[in-house]
């Protein structure tokens, strides 16, 4: 089983999509459930209604979840095994107060070292922590000897004990850490794969660590991805407006261009354009670089230029808020001049809106106007345009310009007898 195990503290960032994206593809070569898992343990930073958020976006992928499991849920387990680990003095109850340990990390700090725990309360005696009355966390012990895996894209990796440290699994409020909750609900759910960002690397020894102090002998495989730069090469963060999923939404990018970019990302694939369920069929982690790969924006405008003249048109339609199929097709012809839904919806809103009659244009647009009310529909547009020259007496700039205004609301664009075809079951409502 797979699993994408988002917290619901903020917007979906384009990382976490890139990891659904990767656990879904991998589900699906596998022929195995992948599960979604809300990590909503941190209750002072959950954000009300972000688990939704996440949920939509998948579906707007189509990232087909198996099943929905909320960390929280699974908090009386947490708790059970934590207790487990202290009876078998694998974990220890810690008293030290949040300004000691701050205290310790300053003196490492200054001292330029690692910060790690300095042991005070891992030897203490059953009567000193029974008459103990301060709250206290629990402890793991550290390791006694180093915690190697193997990672589908790193390799080979080894950890220290001193690297692992004594760390918490239990707050003092009685809620399990992310490492501890991580670790136990991936037994629970029986996971096969973990596909998370190189940022998770630390945690991972750490978790391994809690399963084999567990006796958990069931191997989990792990794929650390490579982080995503921005355009300066730095790590993306929440600052950059395009880590946001919301972001590339509301710039007009369409969800098939964006899952194409972020398979394409650092990848070696067959091709450049390609769609979801085409990277199923050949899709592997291990063509994936080691190197961070850099965001490229205009790259996306390319992608989602070339996916909207792939769409079907009543598809790109409704993408544009339309229902007829010849809108989607009205939409294709202008994609030379715009790469995204925010770029182009302001066109094709403009042939459905009042048009400009307060230009130079003025009276032969009220002239051609006229003449159109009274015009059979014609099939193709240079019949309508020998009509309405001979009706009207104008030709040249005289006529081909505010024929555009009355067509289109603007000087320029693609060609009319290009876009005639998609407008002539319209025209009577373009040009009122």
Same mark, same amino acid.
């Given at each position: 089983?797979?699993?994408?195990?988002?917290?619901?503290?903020?917007?979906?960032?384009?990382?976490?999509?890139? *990891?659904?994206?990767?656990?879904?593809?991998?589900?699906?070569?596998? &022929?195995?459930?992948?599960?979604?898992?809300?990590?909503?343990?941190?209750?002072?930073?959950?954000?009300?209604?972000?688990?939704?958020?996440?949920?939509?976006?998948?579906?707007?992928?189509?990232?087909?979840?198996?099943?929905?499991?909320?960390?929280?849920?699974?908090?009386?387990?947490?708790?059970?095994?934590?207790?487990?680990?202290?009876?078998?003095?694998?974990?220890?109850?810690?008293?030290?107060?949040?300004?000691?340990?701050?205290?310790?990390?300053?003196?490492?700090?200054?001292?330029?070292?690692?910060?790690?725990?300095?042991?005070?309360?891992?030897?203490?005696?059953?009567?000193? *922590?029974?008459?103990?009355?301060?709250?206290?966390?629990?402890?793991?012990?550290?390791?006694?000897?180093?915690?190697?895996?193997?990672?589908?894209?790193?390799?080979?990796?080894?950890?220290?004990?001193?690297?692992?440290?004594?760390?918490?699994?239990?707050?003092?409020?009685?809620?399990?850490?992310? &490492?501890?909750?991580?670790?136990?609900?991936?037994?629970?759910?029986?996971?096969?794969?973990?596909?998370?960002?190189?940022?998770?690397?630390? &945690?991972?020894?750490?978790?391994?660590?809690?399963?084999?102090?567990?006796?958990?002998?069931?191997?989990?495989?792990?794929?650390?991805?490579?982080?995503?730069?921005?355009?300066?090469?730095?790590?993306?963060?929440?600052?950059?407006?395009?880590?946001? *999923?919301?972001?590339?939404?509301?710039?007009?990018?369409?969800?098939?261009?964006?899952?194409?970019?972020?398979?394409?990302?650092? &990848?070696?694939?067959?091709?450049?354009?390609?769609?979801?369920?085409?990277?199923?069929?050949?899709?592997?982690?291990?063509?994936?670089?080691?190197?961070?790969?850099?965001?490229?924006?205009?790259?996306?405008?390319?992608?989602?230029?070339?996916?909207?003249?792939?769409?079907?048109?009543?598809?790109?339609?409704?993408?544009?808020?339309?229902?007829?199929?010849?809108?989607?097709?009205? *939409?294709?012809?202008?994609?030379?001049?715009?790469?995204?839904?925010?770029?182009?919806?302001?066109?094709?809103?403009?042939?459905?809106?009042?048009?400009?009659?307060?230009?130079?244009?003025?009276?032969?647009?009220?002239?051609?106007?006229?003449?159109?009310?009274?015009?059979?529909?014609?099939?193709?547009?240079?019949?309508?345009?020998?009509?309405?020259?001979?009706?009207?007496?104008?030709?040249?700039?005289?006529?081909?310009?505010?024929?555009?205004?009355?067509?289109?609301?603007?000087?320029?664009?693609?060609?009319?007898?290009?876009?005639?075809?998609?407008?002539?079951?319209?025209?009577?409502?373009?040009?009122?």
């Amino acid at each position: 089983m797979l699993r994408f195990a988002p917290s619901p503290t903020g917007d979906m960032h384009i990382g976490n999509l890139r *990891v659904a994206i990767f656990n879904y593809i991998i589900a699906k070569q596998r &022929n195995e459930r992948f599960i979604v898992r809300i990590e909503d343990t941190d209750k002072e930073r959950n954000i009300e209604g972000k688990d939704r958020e996440i949920l939509e976006i998948l579906n707007l992928f189509g990232l087909k979840y198996d099943e929905v499991y909320y960390q929280s849920h699974n908090l009386t387990i947490h708790q059970h095994m934590a207790i487990k680990m202290l009876e078998e003095r694998k974990a220890f109850a810690c008293f030290c107060s949040p300004e000691e340990l701050e205290a310790e990390r300053e003196a490492a700090k200054k001292a330029k070292r690692a910060y790690r725990y300095g042991g005070k309360c891992e030897f203490l005696s059953d009567k000193e *922590v029974l008459e103990n009355e301060k709250p206290f966390t629990i402890r793991l012990k550290k390791p006694k000897k180093p915690v190697e895996f193997t990672d589908i894209i790193k390799e080979k990796l080894s950890f220290a004990p001193d690297d692992i440290d004594s760390f918490v699994i239990m707050r003092a409020d009685k809620t399990p850490t992310y &490492n501890f909750a991580c670790s136990l609900d991936d037994m629970i759910h029986d996971i096969s794969l973990v596909i998370r960002g190189e940022d998770h690397v630390s &945690n991972t020894p750490k978790q391994i660590h809690i399963r084999n102090l567990l006796g958990y002998d069931k191997e989990i495989e792990y794929a650390h991805l490579p982080i995503i730069l921005n355009e300066n090469g730095k790590k993306m963060s929440k600052r950059d407006s395009a880590s946001s *999923v919301k972001w590339l939404f509301h710039e007009g990018f369409i969800p098939e261009a964006i899952a194409n970019y972020l398979i394409l990302l650092g &990848n070696k694939t067959p091709d450049e354009i390609f769609t979801l369920e085409e990277a199923i069929s050949w899709f592997d982690l291990k063509n994936l670089s080691k190197a961070a790969a850099k965001f490229d924006i205009d790259k996306l405008r390319f992608l989602n230029r070339e996916h909207m003249k792939m769409m079907d048109p009543k598809d790109l339609s409704r993408a544009f808020g339309f229902a007829d199929a010849a809108i989607g097709n009205l *939409v294709k012809c202008y994609l030379e001049e715009g790469s995204t839904i925010k770029e182009i919806k302001p066109k094709i809103e403009a042939i459905f809106s009042a048009k400009p009659f307060d230009t130079e244009w003025e009276k032969e647009m009220k002239i051609l106007q006229e003449a159109m009310k009274s015009a059979p529909l014609f099939d193709s547009f240079d019949d309508l345009k020998k009509y309405l020259m001979k009706k009207t007496g104008l030709k040249g700039k005289n006529f081909f310009k505010p024929l555009r205004l009355l067509l289109t609301g603007t000087q320029h664009g693609p060609e009319l007898s290009y876009l005639y075809p998609y407008l002539k079951s319209y025209i009577m409502e373009i040009i009122k």
